[in-house]
C-alpha cells in the first residue's frame, strides 16, 4: 500500500479556507485517495474520495494534480466544530466484502476564534 | 435509521482477563470490520467479517478472534489481556460492492490495568 504523509497539525481560524496536503510518491494506478475526519472519542467519518482532477460535495473538495504524487484537502470558510483529525488514505477501491483501510497518524486541525 | 452501535461504551480490565465487545452494524449493511486505535495514532486494521467468515486479518495475534452472527452483529473478543491492548476499539461496517465509505460506531473504551 501506498504510504502517505501529512503535517502532523495546523492552526487556522474561523472563517477561513483550510488546505490539507498529503503527499503518497508510490501510489498505484489502481489507487484512490479517501480522506477521513475524527473528532475525539468518535469514530471516523468519510468526507471525500477521488482518483485524479478535482471531486467536490457538500463539506470540502479534494485536489489532485495529474502525477496523482500528492493530493490537497480543501475546507472552506472553517469552524469551531472543524476542529478534528484528518486522515489521507490511498489504496484500491474496496470491492466486494473487502474491509481494510489503512490509516495513517493525520492531520490535527485546530480551528479557533 | 440507526447507525453503527457498539457496547460497552467504557470497559477496565486487569492483565490476563478476557473481553467481549460487541458491534451492531448499520442497517442494510453485512460486512463488519474492527479495528484499534492507541492514543495518539490512527485506527490499525484488526479483521473483517463478511457472512459469518473472517475474510481478511490484519497484523494482530491469535488472541483477537472475531465472530458474526446471522443478522450481521459482530463480536471481538480479546483473550489475555497485556496492558498494550489498551485502547479505542472501533467497529466499521459497509454493505459489499465498491467503494471506500466505511461508517464507523463511536468506540468501546478499553483500559487494562
Known amino acids: 500500500l501506498a504510504k502517505t504523509t501529512q503535517p502532523i497539525s495546523m492552526d487556522s481560524y474561523e472563517g477561513q479556507e483550510v488546505n490539507i496536503t498529503c503527499s503518497h510518491n508510490?501510489?498505484?494506478?489502481?489507487?484512490?485517495i479517501t480522506w477521513y475526519q475524527q473528532f475525539p472519542s468518535q469514530g471516523p467519518r468519510f468526507i471525500i474520495q477521488?482518483?485524479?482532477t478535482k471531486v467536490t460535495n457538500e463539506v470540502a473538495s479534494l485536489f489532485i494534480p495529474a502525477d496523482r504524487k500528492s493530493s490537497t484537502l480543501s475546507l472552506p470558510r472553517v469552524s469551531l466544530s472543524d476542529t478534528a483529525v484528518y486522515y489521507c488514505?490511498?489504496?484500491?477501491?474496496?470491492?466486494?466484502?473487502?474491509?481494510?483501510?489503512?490509516f495513517g497518524t493525520g492531520t490535527q486541525l485546530k480551528v479557533e476564534l | 435509521d440507526a447507525g453503527v452501535t457498539q457496547s460497552p461504551t467504557h470497559l477496565i480490565k486487569t492483565r490476563g482477563q478476557q473481553v467481549t465487545l460487541r458491534c451492531s452494524p448499520k442497517?442494510?449493511?453485512?460486512?463488519v470490520s474492527w479495528y484499534q486505535q492507541a492514543l495518539g495514532q490512527g485506527p490499525q486494521f484488526i479483521f473483517q467479517y463478511y457472512e459469518e467468515e473472517e475474510r481478511q486479518r490484519g497484523n494482530f495475534p491469535d488472541r483477537f478472534s472475531g465472530h458474526q452472527y446471522p443478522n450481521y452483529s459482530s463480536e471481538l473478543n480479546v483473550n489475555a489481556l497485556l496492558l498494550g491492548d489498551s485502547a479505542l476499539y472501533l467497529c466499521?461496517?459497509?454493505?459489499?460492492?465498491?467503494?471506500?465509505?466505511?461508517?464507523f460506531g463511536p468506540g468501546t473504551r478499553l483500559t487494562v490495568l
Open positions: 477521488g482518483y485524479k
Open positions: 466499521a461496517s459497509r454493505f459489499r460492492g465498491n467503494g471506500n465509505e466505511q461508517f
Open positions: 442497517s442494510g449493511h453485512d460486512t
Open positions: 488514505l490511498v489504496g484500491p477501491i474496496l470491492t466486494g466484502g473487502g474491509n481494510k483501510l489503512t
Open positions: 508510490n501510489i498505484a494506478t489502481n489507487d484512490y
